[in-house]
């Protein structure tokens, strides 16, 4: 009697990505939809980092606690583990600032958003590339001059009314620590 095989489904790699806010965990749910439809086998697991009042120590040392967590309640390290945060905080305590980065060494990569999320976002749009808005206020201003439907925060659904993969390439050439990001998701 020859029994039926089932279909094996590759696994799927696994990706921590620690976010700022809501805002950011809509853009991984748009990357992870990217992902999906590209027929890529990834996993992007979006947690909101909270609280941490935009102070970038405070917002590592939760993703360390909560990637932590989930990678003993699964089981099974992840395979890439990256953190959205916002510049516009950096600087202000540059103690803490530094030893952010010595908790994320070779555990996790940091995108420095600059100012912030909202700037980044505007980078993704066409003619808009090269924009550098110094404070997350004129970053705001200068994405809903662009993009008047814009409110925080965006689902992914309605993110995707203006980010697609030309976006993504837009970006990428301004945004070298997203690009990593981009790249290992393969988009």
Do not use: N
């Not at 039926?4 to 853009?27: D, L």
């Not at 890439?80 to 600087?91: E, N, W």
């Amino acid at each position: 009697m020859s029994g039926r095989r089932r279909a094996v489904r590759p696994q799927r790699t696994r990706f921590f990505i620690g976010c700022e806010g809501e805002s950011e965990q809509g853009y991984v749910a748009l990357l992870q939809r990217m992902a999906d439809a590209g027929g890529l086998h990834v996993h992007l697991d979006a947690i909101v980092l909270q609280p941490g009042g935009g102070d970038p120590c405070a917002i590592v040392e939760q993703a360390l606690k909560r990637m932590k967590a989930r990678e003993k309640q699964a089981g099974d390290p992840y395979a890439f583990r990256f953190v959205l945060l916002d510049a516009d905080k950096r600087g202000q305590q540059p103690q803490r600032d530094a030893r952010a980065v010595t908790l994320a060494a070779d555990i996790l990569h940091l995108i420095w958003q600059d100012p912030c999320y909202e700037a980044v976002l505007l980078r993704h749009l066409q003619g808009c590339a090269q924009l550098r808005p110094p404070l997350t206020p004129d970053a705001l201003v200068q994405l809903r001059q662009r993009w008047p439907e814009y409110g925080k925060p965006m689902p992914a659904a309605r993110l995707a009314t203006r980010v697609d993969t030309d976006a993504l390439q837009r970006v990428r050439l301004v945004e070298p620590d997203l690009a990593t990001l981009l790249d290992a998701v393969g988009l």
